[in-house]
């Protein structure tokens, strides 16, 4: 059957008038007529990769080389931040920053060459040079200063670096005490500085060589005082033993197998198994749960990411951000801090 | 048996996730040289993967507890690895160009609201219903894969782009890219035919899944060129498509209308489609896949 000519006149006629409208409609909101998310989630990656120029190294203590890297419309910081800096061969390492959190177009950060590290520092005073680019992420911060009475530092040697622009910080008339040890006074970084930040307020810094005696500075100890630490292992180990709820700020070895067994409760399933010290929280839930996502076993796809009930998490990750360490964590490389994890799983 | 997918070579790949970075700073607006519409057409990827892939995930976590084949379990649990890292890398292009003038957030918080809510977990009587709507979305999954790893084995032969100079951190992105979308092309449709398999179910969702992506591309290009700040009359026709694919700096026209009735045919398998030779040979090269091999070492 063949359509009559009124008919077809009329359909192709109706069809122009309604494209006609469409596209009008469409002129007027280009975007009509899908709606949008209220809270879009595309777009605000976690963590972006910066090239920064390297602008300056200057050797401000002994073994301690300080490095300024440039870009443009840097992400704002709050003192106790890490930047994740890419070394040439790949190496990813944390640096705090110690310049001025304002300053949009430089970070600053230092750091002390290790002979017998793990080969991040080694790279960065032998290779890293003025006129290199390297490539940042962060700034991160798991080491933030929070608002008290009365704060108590305590730092090592290249440890100060977190330390310092919290000192900077502080609100003049603030009430703080800081211990500051290392080797030798020619090894301590920004140590004229952190003096003079100390004023005339006698007994404010403690600059000791060699040893620092702990027990003076904190077993009087005022009341609600926030205590910061950062520094060689054995010295957080000893503050940490005076004081429990001191804040650490530890750039712990990424290795994925290495630290204290623990165990984990897994709250949904109901049942606990144990980390052994030389395996992975990842390993050991998926000998129960087969179907547990991971992929990249390093800590950054974010795959294997589960959130945390109870417990304190030692976050040895590259990705999650500081309020997603808050409540969850990547099994494949992060453990325990505490002796138990509680896991929604 | 459309659980045994014939023609299948023996070259199966350990999936994983592999590490990379790519920093933006030196990349232009439009980044293949003079030619906005072309840069455009292939930006609007920026667009729709990040939300895409995260859906994907999301579907494919669900599915896991379905899965009857150990080696199976282990290639969807590469792919949601690998997926994860590309909506991650394409993520941090956005806020690039947003820093150029042009800010894409009108159009992905659409998006955002078509995989989260439109084909997100709809409120449904737990049973026949709900498994119903899991197995539709697989199969919606494996339409587009057949799609990502058409895009894949293009972008890898574009040798047009590098003749016009097209940026290498963009070309190193789409590569890396598609290159893994070639190396796990199989996985998406050897899941579906294990759970479903059903032909009606693969055109129905074939077609819901083209009509879709053309309707969001076009859509895409579209408000880029419109809202490009330095194009005074941005305008995007098919005609532009068309010259493009046939100068090689977009897909062919043809090439892609000769993809549909592969699909559809009851012979389809993926391993058919592109090279995994190729894409393993372009991941040994890739400097970013490349920078991840060393700092993983």
Same mark, same amino acid.
């Given at each position: 059957?063949?359509?009559?000519?009124?008919?077809?006149?009329?359909?192709?006629?109706?069809?122009?008038?309604?494209?006609?409208?469409?596209?009008?409609?469409?002129?007027?909101?280009?975007?009509?007529? $899908?709606?949008?998310?209220?809270?879009?989630? +595309?777009?605000?990656?976690?963590?972006?990769?910066? !090239?920064?120029?390297?602008?300056?190294?200057?050797?401000?203590?002994?073994?301690?080389?300080?490095?300024?890297?440039?870009?443009?419309?840097?992400?704002?910081?709050?003192?106790?931040?890490?930047?994740?800096?890419?070394?040439?061969?790949?190496?990813?390492?944390?640096?705090?920053?110690?310049?001025?959190?304002?300053?949009?177009? +430089?970070?600053? *950060?230092?750091?002390?060459? /290790?002979?017998?590290?793990?080969?991040?520092?080694?790279?960065?005073?032998?290779?890293?040079?003025?006129?290199?680019?390297?490539?940042?992420?962060?700034?991160?911060? !798991?080491?933030?200063?929070?608002?008290?009475?009365?704060?108590? #530092?305590?730092?090592?040697?290249?440890?100060?670096?977190?330390?310092?622009? $919290?000192? !900077?910080?502080?609100?003049?008339?603030?009430?703080?005490?800081?211990?500051?040890?290392?080797?030798? !006074?020619? +090894?301590?970084? #920004?140590?004229?500085?952190?003096?003079?930040?100390?004023?005339?307020?006698?007994?404010?810094?403690?600059?000791?060589?060699?040893?620092?005696?702990?027990?003076?500075?904190? $077993?009087?100890?005022?009341?609600?005082?926030?205590?910061?630490?950062?520094?060689?292992?054995?010295?957080?180990?000893?503050?940490?033993?005076?004081?429990?709820?001191?804040?650490?700020?530890? #750039?712990?070895?990424?290795?994925?197998?290495?630290?204290?067994?623990?165990? *984990?409760?897994?709250?949904?399933?109901?049942?606990?198994?144990?980390?052994?010290?030389?395996?992975?929280?990842?390993?050991?839930?998926?000998?129960?749960?087969?179907?547990?996502?991971? +992929?990249?076993?390093?800590? #950054?796809?974010?795959?294997?990411?589960?959130?945390?009930?109870?417990?304190? /998490?030692?976050?040895?990750?590259?990705?999650?951000?500081?309020?997603?360490?808050?409540?969850? $964590?990547?099994?494949?490389?992060?453990?325990?801090?505490?002796?138990?994890?509680?896991?929604?799983? | 048996?459309?659980?045994?997918?014939?023609?299948?070579?023996?070259?199966?790949?350990?999936?994983? @996730?592999?590490?990379?970075?790519?920093?933006?700073?030196?990349?232009?607006?439009?980044?293949?040289?003079?030619?906005?519409?072309?840069?455009?057409?292939?930006?609007?990827?920026?667009?729709?993967?990040?939300?895409?892939?995260?859906?994907?995930?999301?579907?494919?976590?669900?599915?896991?507890? &379905?899965?009857?084949?150990?080696?199976?379990?282990?290639?969807?649990?590469?792919?949601?690895? %690998?997926?994860?890292?590309?909506? %991650? @890398?394409?993520?941090?292009?956005?806020?690039?160009?947003?820093? %150029?003038?042009?800010?894409?957030?009108?159009?992905?918080?659409?998006?955002?609201?078509?995989?989260?809510?439109?084909?997100?977990?709809?409120?449904?009587?737990?049973?026949?219903?709900?498994?119903?709507?899991?197995?539709?979305?697989?199969?919606?999954?494996?339409?587009?894969?057949?799609?990502?790893?058409?895009?894949?084995?293009?972008?890898?032969?574009?040798?047009?782009?590098?003749?016009?100079?097209?940026?290498?951190?963009?070309?190193?992105?789409?590569?890396?890219?598609? =290159?893994?979308?070639?190396?796990?092309?199989?996985?998406?449709?050897?899941?579906?035919?294990?759970?479903?398999?059903?032909?009606?179910?693969?055109?129905?969702?074939?077609?819901?899944?083209? =009509? =879709?992506?053309?309707?969001?591309? %076009?859509?895409?290009?579209?408000?880029?060129?419109?809202?490009?700040?330095?194009?005074?009359?941005?305008?995007?026709?098919?005609?532009?498509?068309?010259?493009?694919?046939?100068?090689?700096?977009?897909?062919?026209?043809?090439?892609?209308?000769?993809?549909?009735?592969?699909?559809?045919?009851?012979? &389809?398998?993926?391993?058919?489609?592109?090279?995994?030779?190729?894409?393993?040979?372009?991941?040994?090269?890739?400097?970013?896949?490349?920078? @991840?091999?060393?700092?993983?070492?």
């Amino acid at each position: 059957m063949t359509p009559k000519p009124l008919t077809a006149v009329a359909v192709a006629g109706a069809a122009l008038l309604v494209r006609r409208a469409l596209r009008r409609r469409i002129r007027v909101s280009p975007l009509w007529p $899908m709606p949008a998310l209220a809270e879009p989630v +595309s777009g605000r990656p976690r963590s972006r990769a910066l !090239r920064l120029l390297v602008t300056a190294r200057h050797e401000i203590a002994e073994g301690v080389v300080r490095l300024r890297l440039e870009g443009r419309d840097l992400p704002r910081w709050e003192p106790g931040a890490h930047l994740d800096l890419v070394l040439p061969s790949g190496l990813v390492r944390q640096y705090s920053l110690c310049g001025d959190p304002r300053d949009t177009s +430089s970070y600053t *950060v230092a750091t002390r060459l /290790v002979t017998d590290g793990r080969g991040g520092s080694r790279e960065v005073h032998e290779q890293v040079r003025e006129g290199m680019e390297v490539e940042v992420r962060g700034p991160r911060n !798991r080491f933030p200063l929070v608002e008290a009475p009365s704060y108590v #530092f305590v730092a090592g040697g290249i440890g100060i670096t977190p330390i310092l622009p $919290m000192l !900077r910080a502080l609100p003049e008339g603030a009430e703080w005490r800081l211990l500051y040890a290392g080797r030798t !006074r020619a +090894s301590m970084p #920004f140590l004229e500085e952190v003096e003079k930040l100390g004023g005339e307020n006698r007994g404010r810094v403690t600059v000791v060589e060699g040893r620092p005696g702990l027990d003076a500075l904190l $077993m009087n100890l005022p009341e609600g005082a926030a205590v910061y630490c950062c520094g060689p292992e054995g010295l957080m180990a000893a503050v940490q033993e005076r004081v429990p709820h001191v804040r650490v700020e530890r #750039f712990a070895a990424r290795t994925v197998r290495d630290g204290d067994p623990f165990e *984990v409760e897994l709250r949904r399933t109901g049942r606990v198994v144990t980390v052994a010290a030389d395996s992975t929280v990842l390993a050991a839930v998926r000998a129960e749960l087969p179907n547990t996502l991971y +992929s990249c076993e390093q800590g #950054f796809c974010g795959t294997c990411q589960q959130r945390v009930l109870a417990g304190e /998490v030692e976050h040895r990750d590259e990705l999650l951000t500081d309020a997603e360490r808050d409540d969850s $964590m990547l099994i494949c490389v992060s453990r325990a801090r505490s002796e138990r994890l509680v896991l929604d799983m | 048996m459309s659980n045994k997918p014939e023609g299948r070579p023996d070259e199966r790949v350990t999936l994983k @996730a592999r590490k990379v970075s790519f920093s933006w700073e030196g990349t232009p607006l439009h980044w293949v040289p003079g030619d906005p519409f072309a840069t455009h057409t292939i930006n609007v990827l920026h667009l729709l993967l990040p939300a895409g892939e995260r859906w994907f995930v999301h579907v494919y976590r669900q599915v896991l507890p &379905y899965i009857r084949d150990e080696r199976l379990r282990e290639d969807v649990i590469g792919f949601i690895g %690998q997926e994860a890292m590309h909506s %991650q @890398a394409h993520d941090e292009v956005l806020p690039h160009l947003r820093e %150029q003038g042009l800010d894409p957030t009108p159009y992905t918080a659409q998006v955002d609201w078509f995989f989260e809510k439109l084909l997100g977990d709809r409120t449904l009587p737990p049973g026949r219903a709900r498994r119903w709507w899991l197995m539709e979305r697989v199969a919606l999954i494996a339409a587009i894969e057949h799609y990502t790893a058409f895009l894949g084995d293009w972008v890898l032969n574009a040798e047009e782009l590098d003749r016009r100079g097209a940026d290498p951190t963009m070309l190193d992105l789409l590569r890396w890219h598609g =290159a893994e979308e070639v190396e796990h092309r199989s996985v998406a449709f050897d899941l579906f035919t294990h759970l479903d398999g059903g032909y009606r179910r693969r055109v129905r969702t074939w077609a819901t899944a083209f =009509a =879709a992506l053309v309707f969001l591309w %076009q859509r895409g290009t579209r408000f880029f060129m419109e809202n490009d700040p330095t194009l005074t009359d941005g305008r995007a026709s098919f005609k532009d498509f068309y010259v493009r694919g046939r100068r090689g700096t977009l897909p062919a026209t043809g090439d892609l209308l000769r993809s549909v009735p592969r699909y559809l045919s009851r012979a &389809y398998h993926p391993s058919r489609e592109g090279s995994t030779e190729q894409a393993v040979a372009y991941l040994a090269s890739s400097p970013a896949a490349l920078a @991840a091999e060393e700092g993983a070492s």
